[in-house]
């Protein structure tokens, strides 16, 4: 049965618009790196409480991160056309801002297919961590502002978004 072919530009529905897992078998491997980055907004007693470690629940940040890095390893479970990745890197940062966490995630792999969907899960989920965490002594946390900032690898070659530092 022949490869359908792209639908419109949507690379995964085929003729009928149906949904397909994109077929990258004949792509280059190539080294493909993804940054993402969100914000979660909160009280400035919460951010200073997670700061010097004073939440109820433990150690906050370590758990963001450890959730974030399991996120992105398990992505292909969560996303349902993502392809499974050998993810060679993934890191997690938060910096405690006034009344705020920074997040930022890192991921990187040598494949067939970018990461930018591991780090954007990646980052989500350790801003939702950080929510489950801290929202007993605050429920008005938001997580905003979650989005791709950097990728680099692959057909498409490297983007950058226009606010992003060098």
Same mark, same amino acid.
């Given at each position: 049965?022949?490869?359908?072919?792209?639908?419109?530009?949507?690379?995964?529905?085929?003729?009928?618009?149906?949904?397909?897992?994109? &077929?990258?078998?004949?792509?280059?491997?190539?080294?493909?790196?993804?940054?993402?980055?969100?914000?979660?907004? /909160?009280?400035?007693?919460?951010?200073?409480?997670?700061?010097? #470690?004073?939440?109820?629940?433990? &150690? @906050?940040? *370590?758990?963001?991160?450890?959730?974030?890095?399991?996120?992105?390893?398990?992505?292909?479970?969560?996303?349902?056309?993502?392809?499974?990745?050998? +993810?060679?890197? !993934?890191?997690?940062?938060?910096?405690? #801002?006034?009344?705020?966490?920074? !997040?930022? *995630?890192?991921?990187?792999? @040598?494949?067939?297919?970018?990461?930018?969907?591991?780090?954007?899960? *990646?980052?989500? @989920?350790? *801003?939702?961590?950080?929510?489950? /965490?801290?929202?007993?002594?605050?429920?008005?946390?938001?997580?905003?502002?979650?989005? +791709?900032?950097?990728?680099?690898?692959?057909?498409? #070659?490297?983007?950058?978004?226009?606010?992003?530092?060098?």
């Amino acid at each position: 049965m022949p490869e359908p072919a792209e639908t419109d530009g949507f690379t995964h529905l085929d003729d009928e618009g149906r949904a397909r897992m994109v &077929d990258v078998g004949g792509k280059d491997v190539t080294r493909r790196r993804a940054v993402a980055r969100a914000r979660i907004t /909160m009280q400035a007693e919460t951010a200073e409480a997670l700061r010097f #470690g004073r939440v109820p629940k433990g &150690d @906050v940040l *370590a758990v963001a991160r450890v959730a974030g890095i399991q996120a992105a390893k398990r992505t292909s479970e969560l996303i349902p056309l993502c392809h499974p990745l050998m +993810l060679s890197s !993934v890191v997690v940062d938060l910096a405690v #801002g006034h009344a705020w966490v920074d !997040v930022e *995630a890192t991921t990187e792999t @040598v494949d067939r297919t970018g990461v930018e969907m591991e780090a954007l899960t *990646a980052c989500s @989920v350790a *801003a939702l961590t950080i929510y489950d /965490m801290c929202k007993a002594v605050d429920r008005s946390m938001s997580v905003e502002s979650l989005g +791709l900032h950097e990728k680099s690898g692959g057909r498409s #070659g490297d983007w950058r978004r226009a606010d992003h530092p060098a």
